[in-house]
């Protein structure tokens, strides 16, 4: 199993620019998240899915949009980059949520200039 | 909103000294995790526990829900446990699919 894979693993975006944080699992877990890690700062919680067709919103949504058309795939897409979205990004999915381990994709280094 | 606080932010030990690093929680939780990011970046879940204590290699992890308190602890403490250790816990009390809140991390660095 590759467990969850991201890509891409660094990016620079222009002031304004759009693009999409690919998330995908191998290991059918229902749950999954969008984390973003801020120097000093511990993960905030973006968007999260419970399963295929269902997102909510996180602590931090705004600036970001998420979609989850099959269990397997997890996208986050930012509009209008702004230089507050540079951080580093991380995907990650569990079984049964909270009272599950958390399985990790290496992350996404985020630069908004 | 359940708010996590670990101690301390960083910890410089050497080599084969017993570390603790302590977590305290606001909120009743049903399970307390604790994770490990690698100085490259990525990071994996070491122990997820409810109650009493956890054990895996030279990793310890304790939990006293009463007073909403975790410890994890390294024994023979090695460089590579090098790391930046994280406590996390459910958003908020009564769990939920709202995902982890989670702790600033404690920044362990143990020398030669």
């Known amino acids: 199993n590759a467990g969850v894979t991201q890509t891409p693993k660094f990016r620079i975006l222009k002031i304004g620019q759009s693009m999409t944080l690919q998330c995908t699992q191998d290991m059918n877990h229902n749950y999954m998240y969008w984390y973003r890690q801020d120097p000093g700062m511990g993960l905030k919680l973006i968007y999260y899915s419970v399963g295929a067709g269902i997102t909510d919103k996180g602590e931090v949504p705004n600036g970001y949009n998420v979609s989850r058309s099959t269990t397997e795939d997890f996208p986050l897409r930012l509009e209008l980059a702004a230089p507050s979205q540079t951080s580093v990004y991380f995907c990650a999915s569990s079984r049964t949520g909270e009272r599950s381990p958390l399985h990790f994709g290496n992350g996404t280094r985020l630069t908004v200039t | 909103k359940n708010e996590v606080e670990q101690s301390p932010q960083n910890l410089t030990a050497q080599e084969g000294e017993f570390i603790t690093i302590n977590c305290s929680y606001s909120?009743?939780?049903?399970?307390l995790h604790w994770l490990q990011q690698h100085p490259g970046g990525g990071i994996v879940s070491l122990f997820m526990?409810?109650?009493g204590k956890k054990k895996h290699g030279r990793l310890i992890a304790t939990i006293n829900i009463q007073e909403k308190h975790s410890s994890l602890h390294i024994t023979a403490s090695h460089p590579r446990d090098s790391a930046v250790y994280i406590c996390?816990?459910?958003?908020?009390?009564?769990?939920?699919?709202?995902?982890?809140?989670f702790g600033k991390g404690t920044h362990l660095i143990i020398q030669p």
């Open positions: 526990l409810s109650s």
């Open positions: 909120v009743g939780i049903s399970a």
């Open positions: 996390a816990g459910p958003m908020y009390s009564g769990g939920g699919a709202d995902g982890l809140t």
